[in-house]
T-cell receptor, first 115, second 109 residues
């Protein structure tokens, strides 16, 4: 079965650089979520999109932006990178339609290291 | 807002039973999830409760009490591969999932 695909798997950047993370949700899933997980910490919700519109916003810095495209893939754009941005970034998708609030399926994550 | 509490670490013996508790305070509560996460890997879905009661799925069961804001994950017949972090997460009416800090479970022989 198809899963959530994230790219790249690993990314190394320097301070003040920009980074773009990509997420391809499970086919037919209509909602995409972005989470940031620092070492030894729980995943922190950043932002979500439902049917290509932003639906919820969490602790996403102003330096970050995200969007969902017509093919439902999503990109997280990160500018003016800081050392503290080093973390594992997970994308998750779900099918929200109908009565059942379906579970989130997570991608394998992008490990971002800012040097 | 949302606030989720669970123990930081637990240790159990192979073959035993362990219960991981989670308390939550969630505005517009709309369900409680348990996820398993091995180090450096993505969280994987274990269970979902939205109504009071026990949901059993093989060696894993999850319980929810909405009135008490309480859930637990029960793992039976523990195996070494069950050593992982177990994340309690609550969903609000807007479908946003908020994770607790996770419980790191160590299974010993």
């Amino acid at each position: 079965a198809a899963g959530v695909i994230q790219s790249p798997r690993h990314l190394i950047k320097e301070k003040r650089e920009t980074a773009t993370l990509k997420c391809y949700p499970i086919p037919r899933h209509d909602t995409v979520y972005w989470y940031q997980q620092g070492p030894g910490q729980d995943p922190q919700f950043l932002i979500s999109f439902y049917e290509k519109m932003q639906s919820d916003k969490g602790s996403i810095p102003d330096r970050f932006s995200a969007q969902q495209f017509s093919d439902y893939h999503s990109e997280l754009n990160m500018s003016s990178l800081e050392l503290g941005d080093s973390a594992l970034y997970f994308c998750a998708s779900s099918l929200t339609a109908g009565e059942h609030n379906e579970k989130l399926f997570f991608g394998s994550g992008t490990q971002l290291s800012v040097l | 807002g949302q606030n989720i509490d669970q123990p930081t670490e637990m240790t159990a013996t192979e073959g035993a039973i362990v219960q991981i508790n989670c308390t939550y305070q969630t505005s517009g509560f709309n369900g409680l999830f348990w996820y398993q996460q091995h180090a450096g890997e993505a969280p994987t879905f274990l269970s979902y409760n939205v109504l009071d009661g026990l949901e059993e799925k093989g060696r894993f069961s999850s319980f929810l009490s909405r009135s008490k804001g309480y859930s637990y994950l029960l793992l039976k017949e523990l195996q070494m591969k069950d050593s992982a972090s177990y994340l309690c997460a609550s969903k609000n009416a807007g479908n946003m999932l908020t994770f607790g800090g996770g419980t790191r479970l160590m299974v010993k022989p």
